[in-house]
């Protein structure tokens, strides 16, 4: 489309290996994870100005208004069970030199200690979804009233102009390379950095019911739990609450 905020990355994109390799750009779509595990073809990136049922963790949606945030889904073969963690250290590693995006678990990224990106992997017919939001040009005022407290953007936030194109493509480049690197070298390559990213070993946590301090990350990304009574956990996903302050 000739008006697309993505027309420069359409026309021109990223020399990557792999992720980018193609980039589809919608005005209005439901949502790029459906259309994706529908129709993806390896490597390739579709992007949307506006999602209407925009879809986030553990069944919410995602608020995805038009013209503020960047949502786009990457299409990868077979199943990238740890492929979050991936995505979550190429979004903070993206935007290093403009901002300190920080981790949390499993896959959401802070700024000011509000959320500002999240990620949402599906997997369908030996094909994964990779799908990011990030809020770019959010003021307060633009998102829900049950989320003004715990959400913003980088504008809100930082400020200055931020040009959703271009981020899209430093995310993507870095995606790449991330990617390769574990399709070369196994998700071990980036567990050890993802897991201090997220700075969790040693914290005690509630998770649902189990209450418990957390001793390691698997390859996958999940908690692995003791409990007080000296049970064992492996949680996978959830919200998580921190009992030693933080």
Not at 6 to 15: G, N, R, S
Not at 43 to 56: E, F, I
Not at 84 to 100: F, K, Q, T
Not at 113 to 126: F, P, Q
């Amino acid at each position: 489309m000739s008006d697309s905020p993505y027309q420069e990355l359409i026309d021109d994109p990223p020399q990557t290996r792999t992720v980018g390799r193609r980039v589809f750009a919608f005005d209005v779509i439901d949502s790029t994870n459906r259309h994706t595990l529908e129709q993806g073809e390896q490597g390739a990136v579709y992007v949307a100005d506006c999602q209407t049922a925009g879809r986030g963790r553990l069944g919410r949606s995602w608020h995805s208004a038009p013209g503020l945030g960047l949502w786009f889904t990457v299409a990868l073969d077979g199943l990238w069970e740890g492929v979050p963690i991936i995505a979550a250290l190429a979004v903070r590693d993206a935007l290093a030199d403009r901002c300190a995006l920080t981790i949390k678990w499993p896959n959401d990224l802070l700024l000011n200690g509000k959320k500002v990106c999240g990620i949402l992997a599906e997997h369908r017919n030996d094909r994964t979804a990779l799908g990011i939001g990030l809020n770019v040009h959010h003021a307060i005022g633009d998102f829900p009233e049950e989320l003004r407290e715990k959400a913003s953007s980088l504008e809100a936030e930082l400020g200055g102009s931020w040009d959703r194109c271009a981020i899209l493509r430093d995310v993507l480049t870095d995606l790449d390379g991330k990617v390769m690197l574990v399709q070369d070298q196994g998700a071990d390559a980036l567990r050890a950095e993802w897991a201090e990213a997220c700075a969790l070993i040693g914290r005690r946590i509630q998770c649902g019911e189990v209450v418990g301090e957390v001793r390691a990350l698997d390859a996958t990304g999940a908690l692995m739990v003791s409990s007080d009574d000296g049970a064992q956990h492996t949680i996978h996903a959830g919200d998580i609450h921190y009992l030693d302050g933080g």
